[in-house]
């Protein structure tokens, strides 16, 4: 597809246990964003890439949490020791380029943490 | 600290007639806005963004309005279609690349 996409669409967890979310951005798009949205809530920025590079981490809530991106394309958010407070939607977002405002969102994976 | 606030948490309107979504700001230094619609189990979709160099932009049958004194920005769209029944969310930006501050969201629901 030429969306931006994410797996696994639901993800059902221990507390305490790690996570992998992983994000296919559209081809050819350098900028990379994840948001998380938790019930009823807005949309919370976490991190941001530029190809390969975060200049952008301050949205992470705590350590427990770190993404990479690998070759400009694909990231992996990575939730370790996973909490009831981590359950949420995580969005992926892809942009143009650095000089690019539009961002275009994932589906979304639905994290809940028991 | 909320930066965009979407004050309203719902509208219901008539299919056919104007249906208006507000968002306020508190950030000066965003210079770019932007509306994105959600359907439930989906990501935000967008829909049209505005400029803050701007006061108006129009898409079809949707037009942001933007009023920088004020702080304030609306979504029109006319005529409310059964179909634009949603989540929309308003989100700003202070520079290009850079991350979207959002609003809370206001659920539209257009009745038929």
């Known amino acids: 597809g030429a969306g931006v996409s994410q797996s696994p669409s639901n993800k059902v967890t221990e507390k305490g246990k790690d996570v992998e979310l992983r994000c296919d951005p559209i081809s050819g798009h350098t900028a990379l964003y994840w948001y998380r949205q938790s019930l009823g809530q807005g949309l919370e920025f976490l991190i941001y890439f530029q190809g390969n590079s975060a200049p952008d981490k301050s949205g992470l809530p705590s350590d427990r949490f770190s993404a990479e991106r690998t070759g400009g394309s694909v990231s992996t958010l990575t939730i370790q020791r996973t909490q009831q407070e981590d359950s949420a939607v995580y969005l992926c977002a892809s942009s143009r380029d650095r000089g690019t405002y539009e961002q275009y969102f994932g589906p979304g994976t639905r994290l809940t943490v028991t | 600290d909320q930066q965009v606030k979407q004050n309203s948490p719902s509208l219901s309107v008539q299919e056919g007639r104007i249906s208006i979504l507000n968002c306020d700001y508190t950030?000066?230094?965003?210079?770019?806005f932007l509306w994105y619609k959600k359907y439930p189990a989906e990501g935000p979709t967008f829909l049209i963004s505005i400029s803050s160099i701007k006061d108006k932009n129009e898409d079809g049958r949707f037009t942001v309005f933007l009023n920088k004194s004020a702080k304030h920005l609306s979504l029109h769209i006319v005529p409310s279609q059964p179909g634009d029944s949603a989540v929309y969310f308003c989100?700003?930006?202070?520079?290009?690349?850079?991350?979207?501050?959002f609003g809370g969201g206001t659920r539209l629901m257009v009745k038929p």
């Open positions: 989100a700003a930006s202070e520079n290009a690349g850079n991350m979207l501050t």
């Open positions: 950030n000066s230094m965003f210079d770019y």
